[in-house]
């Protein structure tokens, strides 16, 4: 099993550790529900060093992505980001990812750990395919990543590492130390926030600041465990738990990463044929209605078209909500897939609890004036 | 800190045996191990149980964890407060977070049952 190099940084918190992708990870600190309300109502700060980086440099980086994901990485402008995604053939996916643009010929994508080899085995294998011209480089083990997440993020970002950082839009970053360290405004928590890339051998001293200078503010650390519910109140997708090599992005609500005016791209065929005769499968989110909470396998049934089920994907109790929620990947063969607010049913331990499908996320932060 | 007032099972349940009934409840290290419990799923009251078999579930935010009964019984009462403050079972495992109170079969609780030091050397194995 993995550490990161904050692993140290977390005993001395007190944190309760758990096997993630490989790697021995902060599940939770306070609690999850603790941390979940920080992250919601000041901040919360998360180690995902586990998370690959891979560089993608050269004259003909811009081509190769632009192939292997279906997201428009022309579009994209130097320190400005994009969510996109690692497709197979058949449309569906291999990881989804971030693409930063470092510059016109120069890429960082930010992989998930369980990904990360087969990601780098398939951009190498399409850089040597293009013979010059590209080079790939795994830089995960000297990148730290900590993420600072909640209303209060900015304030405290501007106060450890400068006010320029608080003056990012959603989805843009810039360097400091040369390129030792990057700040972008991005996260997976559904709150405004940032994530850290830093120099690994760096990264101690800067979770030691945040804690310290955040602290006022009511920064506190968070695990996994947050970081899941989190996602989850945010309809945001868990790859290898919500979207796997059995769901295209059209399935998973996702079609707006998929540019299909941008030339070809690895999936693009499939993804064609499905947007044409529609799919049978559909990720939707349902609230749980009845006293129980579904759970990742549990059964999820429409209630008015019994032949519209599926296994529950990701399903927790969202803190915020103060009920249960879920993702379930359902099939809805011949049918269209269940209109927000149907009835549905769920099993659990052989018992039926009411639900009913709602359109996602189930979270949505409200409009904070500047 | 481990009260030696009942007996425990080794999937970290305590049992309080009295006058043929016996309330059943998870020990602070099943509590702390599941994380912040929000929802206790209890059986009916009359509702009759072997030993050994699964009477209900705690739900933490991240897992579940079954309720076994140690012992042969009926179901007297449940802890209802749970309904409104699953947290009691965090806040409390050994007193307001009780689970359930059953009516004991003849043959009373079985002898695998630890006592508090047996437990806590459990614990500390």
Known sequence: MQRTVLYRRHVESGARFGPFAGYEMPIQYEGVLAEHRAVRERAGMFDVSHMGEIRVRGPRALPLLQRLTPNDVGALHPFRAQYSALLTERGTFIDDLLVYCLGPEDYLLVVNAASRARDLELLEAAAAALGQGVRVDDQSDETALIAVQGPRAAEIVADVVGGEAAELRYYSFLHQDGEERMVSRTGYTGEDGFEIYTAADRAEDLWAEFLERGSDAGLMPAGLGARDTLRLEAGMMLCGQDIDEETTPIEAGLSWIVKWKKGDFTGRDALVRQRENGCRHRLVGFEVEGRGIARHGHRLTVRDAPGCAGPVTSGAFAPTLGKAIGIARLDCAGGGPPEPGSAATVTVRGREIDCRIVRLPFYRRPKRGV | ?125
């Open chain 2, 1 to 125: 800190m481990i009260p030696d007032d009942r007996l425990y099972t080794a999937q970290h349940e305590w049992l309080k045996v009295e006058d043929g009934e016996a309330v059943l409840g998870i020990t602070d290290f099943a509590q702390q191990e599941l994380g912040d419990v929000v929802f206790v799923e209890l059986p009916a009251p009359g509702q009759e149980f072997a030993a050994g078999s699964e009477i209900g579930a705690i739900e933490s935010v991240k897992a579940v964890a079954e309720i076994y009964t140690p012992v042969a019984g009926s179901v007297e009462t449940v802890n209802e407060g749970l309904e409104d403050a699953p947290e009691l079972v965090n806040e409390d495992p050994y007193g307001g977070g009780w689970l359930v109170r059953l009516r004991l079969d003849d043959e009373g609780p079985r002898d695998d049952l630890m006592t508090a030091a047996d437990y806590e050397a459990q614990l500390a194995g």
